[in-house]
């Protein structure tokens, strides 16, 4: 931290972790692009639509009189996960400064009276190395034509644009009439024209200061606060996503210099700013979650009104889907904002508008790719995936879910009959579901003998009686799947309504295991591709363990017993099983052995007999294993069993089973990394200061304890110290941390007793809590400066502890 009398105050907090947790920064899953081309090559599953400058969808038009030179917006082949046609929006180009794109819908086809959603993926960035990218891009609703165009930098082509010369305008004029735009801006104007310094006896600011300097662009659209008070405005140094009406005159503000001696003569000079509707902070172009070279996703969803004249509402939800399987993800980074269909100046009996994307680049450039996985004014849709096995030597006939959770078997054995069922169909929308192929990522492990299609037309027969033809299934490069495209209903399946179809597979699980612990087979992800949309369902990870023996079947169970415990506490897991011999009427109970195993250390074999589950009686041959909570670590326990009878020659061994305990815990996740202050000036007025933190902190607290029990997150330091090198006796800062509660109650954080920061109580799940993320400006952690703080770096440590209520460790 430097601290300079009347100068800039800045402050880094250095922290360490205690207690239950490794308090670490969590990497990012999503692989970074260093290129355009990169990007494209690595793209997620889209629709295909077109190529260069032909689409059934858009209109590509260059015959715009507010923009010169060539339209840059154009489609471009995509890669794709599963080698199927993709294509890109590509609106701009790194490289490419002073450049222009627009690209509409051909028809206006987004519903204003029905409820519409477009699903996307974006990508808008920089090549690696580049030092500044911009300006952004902005999805638009409007009731125009194809021939529309603002302007270029900060207006990204839909908002308006303010003159050269800083005279007054009127900026709604100049933007897109009648629409509303969503805009990812990834250059903030994070410089605020200056307010001249007049004199303290010239408070009709009659006689100007002889130089002003307005600098940088006349707008800055990027601020906080209102225009009639520029002394008030702060501004958006984040990268980041809002909305508005660009072309409204309540969406911009204007800011008068009244006197001044500037660029063009004495004045008087303006400039506006815009206000940012559902306002979503990506994070600083130095760690943007907007302009990071991955590909996130958006997800667009309008309501229409209830009322008549009334407003309707846009949510959108960014990075709501993992780019690596489409698959849906939790997001909290969501905003929902009104909708007033009046903006759009409707005729009479008309409530389409179209829709498209503008953007712009100025001397900083970046890609900015659009991948449409639903688009508006077409079909909603869905895709589910499932495994079922006969493993169970109990139910010999009956199929078992596969998967790995409470209601589901984590492992089968070799030779197990299986069967994969695909689901996917149409959910809404104002379209069918068009032209709709499958591709699927079936796991390694499985040999798959036959496949049956279920149309959703019963009494339907295509070329090959409905059957799936396996003669199309490869083995993926990394030989981790096995891949099938199936072609539905002769060259494309089209759904409408709520129509569903099924793919159905069967076969048997591989014999690949070796010993014990089985052979992990991942998730899978499957993609159903129309030509206006697309879906993914992915299969869940188990394990194939070794083949069963016939005369002595051997499993565990995971409804019965206590597969859950805390860490820590004095509960026992126990685990209840099954040692069945094919011959029950010659192998009593008392000559079967178990041989159970924790955490793969070999542990005393048990006679059933002394181990019977008395809970499962009347019924024979059930054992329930006790595992002293002191045997278990933290986390997942593997809880592994064979069982024998017989001796020498004649012994018969079980195939070996596994069963997951759960030892729960609480501790610390992922972290926003550096934690900040924000900057500040000090005055010298001889007054303490409460600094604020620099953006929003992130501290997760992973909890995975059982039901009802309770956890505390708790604070201590020794506080803030110079941190001058060879300096035997540091240098403390005159000021202090402070924790604010929600009811605005001041602690002072010290090393003396730890205050309690957060608490919680567990569900039935493993849940994440961000403790920070209801911390308002004036609550949580914050600093205060005393009036005597002096000039120096300063760093300072906070020891963070998780307790829970079982083991205060």
Do not use: C
């Not at 005729?347 to 503008?358: D, H, I, K, L």
């Not at 070794?546 to 051997?554: W, Y």
């Not at 064979?642 to 729960?664: C, F, K, L, P, Q």
């Not at 309690?756 to 567990?762: D, F, V």
């Amino acid at each position: 931290m430097q601290i300079t009398k009347k100068g800039l105050l800045k402050i880094t907090l250095v922290f360490t972790i205690v207690g239950l947790g490794l308090w670490g920064h969590a990497g990012n899953a999503r692989a970074a692009f260093d290129t355009g081309s990169d990007a494209l090559s690595g793209a997620p599953q889209g629709v295909y639509l077109g190529s260069g400058t032909a689409s059934n969808y858009f209109t590509i038009d260059n015959s715009v009189s507010t923009a010169s030179g060539t339209n840059s917006a154009h489609l471009v082949d995509a890669g794709s996960p599963i080698g199927a046609k993709n294509s890109a929006i590509q609106i701009s180009k790194a490289g490419s400064a002073q450049s222009w794109g627009s690209i509409w819908s051909k028809q206006q086809s987004f519903d204003l009276n029905q409820k519409e959603t477009a699903s996307m993926w974006i990508y808008a960035s920089g090549n690696s190395g580049d030092t500044s990218v911009g300006d952004g891009m902005a999805f638009v609703l409007q009731n125009g034509g194809t021939n529309v165009y603002s302007g270029p930098g900060e207006s990204m082509g839909v908002w308006g644009v303010q003159n050269s010369d800083f005279s007054k305008t009127n900026l709604a004029d100049t933007a897109i009439k009648n629409s509303w735009a969503l805009e990812f801006d990834t250059f903030p104007n994070t410089a605020i024209p200056t307010q001249p310094s007049y004199g303290i006896f010239d408070s009709a600011h009659q006689y100007p200061i002889s130089q002003w300097t307005i600098g940088g662009s006349p707008t800055s659209f990027d601020v906080n606060g209102d225009g009639s008070s520029p002394s008030n405005q702060t501004a958006i140094e984040d990268t980041h996503i809002a909305s508005n009406y660009p072309g409204e005159n309540s969406t911009y503000s204007e800011a008068k210099v009244p006197y001044a001696l500037g660029t063009n003569g004495y004045g008087p000079y303006y400039y506006y700013t815009m206000k940012h509707e559902g306002f979503l902070n990506e994070g600083p172009t130095s760690n943007s979650k907007l302009s990071d070279r991955n590909w996130h996703h958006i997800t667009i969803q309008y309501t229409p009104p209830t009322t008549a004249g009334g407003d309707g509402a846009m949510t959108y939800t960014y990075n709501d889907k993992n780019p690596n399987t489409g698959l849906s993800e939790p997001s909290t980074d969501y905003a929902t904002v009104p909708i007033d269909p009046a903006k759009f100046h409707l005729a009479a009996g008309q409530s389409a508008v179209r829709w498209g994307f503008t953007g712009s680049t100025g001397e900083s450039t970046e890609n900015n790719f659009v991948i449409f996985d639903q688009l508006p004014g077409q079909a909603q849709t869905e895709a589910k995936a499932s495994l079922a096995a006969k493993s169970d030597p109990a139910n010999p006939d009956e199929y078992i879910n596969v998967g790995g959770n409470s209601t589901q078997t984590s492992s089968i054995p070799g030779g197990s009959e299986v069967k994969l069922t695909y689901t996917f169909g149409r959910t809404d929308g104002d379209e069918d579901w068009k032209s709709v192929n499958a591709n699927l990522n079936i796991p390694s492990g499985l040999n798959i003998t036959s496949g049956t299609i279920t149309y959703p037309d019963a009494s339907y027969k295509d070329s090959n009686d409905n059957k799936v033809d396996l003669s199309k299934m490869t083995t993926s490069s990394g030989g981790s799947a096995q891949n099938l495209p199936v072609a539905l209903a002769d060259g494309g399946l089209t759904m409408s309504g709520t129509q569903h179809a099924t793919i159905t597979l069967y076969g048997t699980a591989k014999n690949l295991a070796t010993d014990q612990s089985g052979v992990l087979q991942p998730e899978q992800t499957s993609y159903f591709t129309g030509t206006n949309a697309t879906s993914s369902a992915k299969t869940l990870e188990f394990t194939i363990t070794p083949k069963i023996n016939a005369k002595l079947a051997m499993d565990t169970f995971d409804d019965k017993g206590t597969l859950k415990v805390n860490y820590g506490s004095a509960q026992a897991a126990r685990v209840v099983g099954i040692a069945m011999p094919a011959d029950s009427t010659h192998v009593p109970m008392e000559d079967i052995t178990i041989h159970p195993a924790i955490n793969g250390v070999a542990q005393d074999p048990e006679n059933l007999m002394d181990i019977y589950a008395a809970e499962m009686s009347p019924n024979f041959y059930y054992f329930g294993y006790d595992i002293a909570n002191t045997k278990l670590r933290p986390g997942a326990n593997t809880i592994s069993f064979y069982a024998t009878y017989g001796s020498g020659a004649n012994e018969v061994t079980s195939t070996t089973v596994n069963r997951i305990v759960t030892a729960g815990t609480v501790g610390f996740g992922h972290t926003s990394g550096n934690m900040t202050f924000k900057p500040t000036i000090l005055t010298g007025d001889g007054q303490s200061h409460m600094i604020n933190r620099d953006g929003d902190w992130q501290l997760d607290v992973d909890d995975s304890l059982v039901k009802g029990s309770t956890w505390q997150v708790t604070a201590k330091t020794t506080g803030m110290f110079a941190d001058g090198d060879n300096v035997a006796v540091k240098t403390p800062l005159d000021g202090s941390l402070v924790y604010t509660d929600a009811a605005g109650h001041d602690t002072v954080l010290n090393d003396e007793a730890s205050q309690i920061i957060a608490s919680g109580t567990s569900t039935d799940n493993d849940t994440t809590t961000d403790i920070a993320q209801d911390w308002k400006a004036d609550t949580g952690i914050r600093l205060k400066i005393n009036s005597n703080a002096v000039e120096g770096n300063y760093e300072g440590t906070i020891d963070w502890s998780a307790v829970n209520s079982v083991s205060p460790k």
